[in-house]
């Protein structure tokens, strides 16, 4: 195997354990706070639910970013290639796994709120977004990656 190959390989798995991780500390956090929640207003669990599944998302990213550059995973890959899905997997699994944390935290204030009366279903799936967007640029920026290569 050349270097080129084990630094891609490497690069994809950091992409795929950072966002894996960083979906399951993410959903942990919106459950832990429905468990919680749950003892205010057992009616909205279906609202609480969603909130506490979305952080899940960026899991999915660092998957789809495996899927896009699987086929590049060759032996004739570059060094150049090899760093290309590298760095690109790297800057796509902390990202995920930063926005994926801190999701989860803005979605178990939602659920706290909701619980404690207020009408923030809607407005907490919009804050939620935000720190969604920044896995959304790291997940374009990896496709980008590999069109240049």
């Known amino acids: 195997m050349t270097t080129a190959l084990i630094l891609a390989w490497v690069g994809i798995g950091i992409m795929v354990f950072l966002s894996g991780c960083g ?3 993410g959903t942990s956090i919106g459950g832990s706070a429905t468990l919680g929640a749950l003892k205010r207003k057992e009616d909205a669990f279906g609202n609480f639910m969603i909130l506490s599944a979305l952080p899940g998302t960026q899991g999915l990213y660092g ?3 495996f899927f896009i550059m699987q086929d590049f995973l060759k032996p004739e ?3 150049f290639q090899g760093c290309a ?3 690109a ?4 699994g902390v990202t995920a796994l930063v926005s994926a944390i801190n999701q989860g935290k803005v979605c178990a204030n939602a659920i706290n ?3 404690n009366g207020q009408d923030a279903f809607v407005k907490g799936l919009i804050l939620a977004v935000f720190p969604e967007l ?5 997940f374009a920026a990896a496709f980008l990656i590999t069109t240049l290569m």
């Open 23 to 25: 979906s399951a500390i």
């Open 63 to 65: 998957f789809g970013g």
């Open 77 to 79: 890959l570059t060094l």
């Open 85 to 87: 899905i590298m760095g």
């Open 89 to 92: 997997g790297l800057a796509l």
């Open 113 to 115: 709120a909701i619980a």
């Open 134 to 138: 920044y896995a959304i640029i790291a």
